[in-house]
């Protein structure tokens, strides 16, 4: 229930109307009421387009995020679990403690398995999960004869925040690193223990990206997400995702409820471009998922600092920059 004001470059602005905005889904398993409009955390009155409650079958059937984000009625009355830090300075300070994680495919096997090695380089006996996305048997069988590797499978397609939402069930913490990447240095996580401060954000990225961000932010996705953060979104240098350190907190928990609704909503994550001429196979062609999880973390956080670490931009390196 948003009007929303927009020219060809993209200003925006969001304007609350004060009709009711009906934002509840009723899960038919429990009976309990969810919040399907994102709610802007830094502007209450800035209320997104509500999400289709068919979506929240899907996050109950994969056990993650239900758990975290139940409403008790309307758009207010979190509830929050147990085993949910409030900041960084909570999390373990045992470096044995944290795990890797990533998720494959077919098509990225080869990459995961160097990335693994790369990692075992720096840390051996640290314990590394693995999400197969509907990986073939014969790959199965490469995966290494370790005791401190644990292999999922999933057989149908899921988005990377419900991945990520099912290792903050098990772990807490947690480091991302997806296939392409490769670690290159030492000690990476006890540096980091370091440097991180209460006022860090729950998810730290370690990668900039060079893409135009903001290209990926036409109306469909805004209409979901009011909010005020375009202006910083121009910069390009944003943060990706190949590389995170992800804490179980209620605000990292809000991030992968809301970017997973988008990676299932069609309006969302696949809607036409803003700009009507560019082509569809473009290699400038922004990606939405990385457009939705930038203008979320803003957001939440405001500054790109607070969840982008340079320091250790050097310790991760491509598959192809090796």
């Not at 068919?54 to 995020?65: N, V």
């Not at 036409?218 to 995702?241: C, D, M, R, W």
């Not at 979320?296 to 969840?307: D, G, I, K, S, T």
Request: hydrophobic share 35%; glycine share 4%.
């Amino acid at each position: 229930m948003l009007r929303s004001i927009s020219n060809r470059n993209f200003e925006r602005s969001f304007v609350a109307v004060s009709e009711a905005v009906n934002c509840e889904c009723r899960s038919f398993q429990t009976g309990k009421i969810f919040n399907f409009c994102y709610i802007n955390p830094q502007n209450s009155s800035f209320i997104g387009r509500k999400f289709d409650c068919e979506h929240l079958e899907i996050l109950e059937d994969a056990g993650d995020l239900g758990n975290y984000l139940i409403l008790e009625k309307g758009v207010s009355g979190l509830l929050e679990t147990n085993f949910i830090f409030s900041n960084l300075s909570e999390i373990p300070r045992n470096e044995s403690e944290f795990v890797f994680v990533s998720s494959t495919s077919n098509d990225q096997f080869d990459f995961t398995l160097s990335s693994i090695k790369c990692i075992r380089e720096f840390y051996p006996d640290q314990k590394y999960i693995l999400y197969g996305l509907n990986l073939n048997s014969s790959l199965v069988n490469q995966l290494p004869n370790d005791p401190n590797f644990e292999f999922r499978q999933y057989y149908n397609p899921v988005p990377k925040p419900v991945i990520m939402a099912r290792a903050l069930k098990e772990t807490g913490a947690f480091w991302w690193i997806e296939p392409e990447i490769a670690l290159r240095k030492p000690d990476v996580i006890k540096k980091f223990l370091e440097k991180i401060s209460s006022q860090a954000s729950s998810i730290v990225s370690f990668r900039s990206t060079h893409q135009f961000i903001a290209g990926g932010l036409h109306p469909e996705i805004l209409n979901f997400y009011p909010g005020s953060s375009l202006e910083a979104l121009k910069n390009t240098n944003q943060v990706e995702v190949s590389v995170l350190f992800v804490t179980r907190t209620q605000q990292t928990v809000n991030i992968l409820k809301w970017w997973t609704l988008c990676s299932l909503t069609k309006s969302c994550i696949q809607a036409r471009s803003v700009d009507p001429e560019e082509k569809p196979q473009s290699p400038a062609r922004p990606r939405y998922d990385l457009a939705v999880f930038n203008l979320l973390m803003l957001n939440e956080f405001q500054n790109r600092e607070n969840y982008f670490m340079s320091d250790f931009e050097s310790s991760f390196v491509t598959m192809k920059d090796l």
